[in-house]
């Protein structure tokens, strides 16, 4: 105990001294982050998850105005705001949500006059590096945090990193928050808000970071083409969790290739493609490994007290979320 005790004052020490001195340290940094106002209409399927009024931080990250931020957020976004450090907005539109790694890339439509933050290199983010998490805001805005662990992330709705990461202690405006390392340099995007179970620890409160390598491959198809070109990943609209060594269906997205192939909430996945599965992110890799978006993918579930071999035929992600009809629509897969 007395081991854990200290490792978390460490942390707590080492986090204070360098928030008092954070201002200074990133100071350019913190002008390319701007705050992301986004509205969605009423009917919108995310409206009622996400809710119709969006707000998260992104980073300028060139000089024509490109802002990385964190994609669920642009979903269906029907006016996107830039707010700047001297409060002036400026309208952007949605140019990418990258699904493979969660990322979204908006443009603004005019000058923001700042300057871009560079990017740095995540795979030199180590476990124990000192970084500073910035968000949008005057205050509270610069924290500087400790990187607690770097290991694979699965995220229940059908989406897998391989090496996330997460920082401590958490940070309340996380979504699109810019994780920069002491060269004043992005090293990653914020996510989400996650209980990660660390050795000799427990579970912790982190923030996850979606690592800035992710997007280098396929930055300038993105901004070129609106997406990578990489083939979409086959998907299939099912929402799951680990329970007892088994992965069972927590949700079934309305209208979803898995809806149609009846799939239903309380299933349990047991293979794919005549092949075992072993956990969520097992479920991905050889769901994916069946193909591109379009293909048919063979599941074995157990539906009650009956096992059932069913064919679930796949769809881009992208096709999922076209602009909604005129009829309200509810369903709310993070996506």
Known sequence: MKKIYLTILFIILATFSLTVHAEQEAEKSLDAVVEIRISVPQNARTAERFGTNRVASGVVIDETGHILTIGFQTIEAETVKIVGKDYKTVDAIVVAYDRNTGLGLLRATSPLQVTPMPFGSSSEVKKGALVLAVSYGSSNAVHGVAVVARKEFAGPWEYLLENAIFTAPPID????AALINSDGHLVGIGYLFSQLTIAELGVMPTNMFVPIDLLKPILSDLKLSGSSKLPPRPWLGVRT???YGRLIVERVTSGSPSEKAGIKRGDIILAVNKQDVHGMADF????????????????????????????????????????VQKEKQTSAELS
């Open 241 to 243: 969790q680990e329970l």
């Open 284 to 323: 991905y890799r050889k769901v994916w490994a069946v193909g591109k978006a379009g293909v048919d993918v063979p599941l074995r579930i157990l539906q009650g007290i009956q096992i059932r071999e069913v064919v679930v035929h796949s769809i881009d992600r992208k096709q999922y979320w076209q602009p």
């Open 173 to 176: 405006r996380f979504s699109g």
